[in-house]
């Protein structure tokens, strides 16, 4: 059983002294912030158990500000990582005291996305949410926004023009990734697939013209077969798979540009053999490690969430102490990449 951390152990991580640390923990005067934030991060580093305490005690004159999270898919892995990584990053603020009230949808129907919107309505400062481009989240964004509270589109864009920021993937340039992967991966030219969850995810419309553009303009020997519509739902991207393999003996290459994933993965695992083919999905989950190890996907393009949540936190601070910008904008985060040759494969 490993030994739990002393305060000893607390200061000489935070670079400071066994007083210092003292000083935190019991809440007296004459501490700067700085150093009780710089003893707050090493308490958590090495897992020191007071840490909450001296959260409680940084963030006790802070104001609070309650992020509304509007995630899909509440038992899939990837958003549950979302939903824990945005946890974290709350945690972590010093400036404020961050609440996360986070909501999950199960059908991802523009009805039930703009009701949740709505819900959130009196309830929190600010809302983050994934979800698709359609009018009546625009109008629930609309409304929202009336009422004085900034809307974030996470992961794919929607309600431009109306919501506070983009957060993300350049999207265009992540299915240009893609392509190139593919066309740099694959042994000759061939048929090349793509599937998306449906016409109205922006950032899959905008992967699949990026995908397009560079298969056009710097691989044409490649043909592109008809995007096909999985839906987000495992089995019938695995029943579509197993039919562009049966049919297409020359299949060099295919992209799961959203979910649904699994079922590509699984079809490719039964019906080809390790590095036949050119397989590229988005984001890390268990099944994609696995695909990589066992070599039937080639190349994962993964969000950078931590990033987009810390970023996103700073921005609802500005929007609290500032105001809502007047133009929305956007921000473009790099995808990561990973590969069967990538560090935590080993």
């Known amino acids: 059983m490993s030994r739990r951390p002393t305060i000893a152990d607390l200061a000489r991580a935070a670079g400071v002294s066994t ?57 899939h892995a990837f958003y549950q990582d979302v939903q824990a990584i945005f ?32 819900g959130f309505r009196g309830r929190v400062h600010a809302v983050a949410a994934t979800g698709i481009d359609h009018h009546l989240v625009t109008q629930a964004v609309q409304e929202l926004r009336g009422a004085g509270v900034p809307v974030y589109s996470l992961l794919s864009d929607f309600a431009q023009g109306v919501r506070e920021n983009y957060l993300g993937t350049n999207n265009l340039k992540v299915g240009r990734i893609a392509g190139w992967f593919i066309a740099g991966l694959s042994k000759r030219p061939g048929k090349v697939a793509l599937f998306i969850g449906g016409s109205r995810y922006h950032g899959h419309e905008l992967r699949e013209t990026g995908f397009r553009s560079f298969f056009r303009q710097s691989a044409p020997a490649f043909q592109l077969l008809d995007t096909q519509i999985n839906l987000e739902t495992r089995q019938l991207t695995y029943e579509a798979t197993v039919n562009l393999l049966s049919r297409h003996d020359d299949l060099v290459g295919l992209y799961c540009a959203g979910g649904g994933m699994e079922g590509a993965i699984e079809a490719v695992r039964e019906l080809r053999k390790p590095g036949d083919m050119v397989l590229i999905v988005n984001e890390l989950t268990p099944e994609s490690r696995a695909g990589l190890q066992d070599q039937t996907l080639s190349v994962v393009l993964s969000t950078p969430v931590q990033q987009i949540a810390d970023d996103l936190i700073g921005m609802i601070i500005a929007a609290s102490d500032k105001g809502m910008a007047e133009t929305p904008g956007q921000r473009f985060f790099p995808p990561q990449v990973w590969t069967p040759e990538s560090e935590f494969m080993r």
């Open 19 to 75: 007083a210092t640390v003292d000083r935190v923990l019991n809440g007296r005067q004459n501490v700067r912030e700085e150093t009780v934030r710089r003893v707050h991060q090493a308490a958590g580093e090495i897992g020191y158990h007071g840490a909450n305490v001296i959260r409680q005690r940084m963030l006790a004159d802070k104001a609070e500000l309650r992020l509304g999270l509007l995630l899909q898919k509440p038992r």
């Open 87 to 118: 946890e974290t990053q709350a945690r972590a603020c010093t400036q404020r005291r961050i609440e996360i009230m986070t909501r999950f949808t199960e059908t991802g129907q523009p009805g039930e996305i703009s009701d949740i919107l709505r």
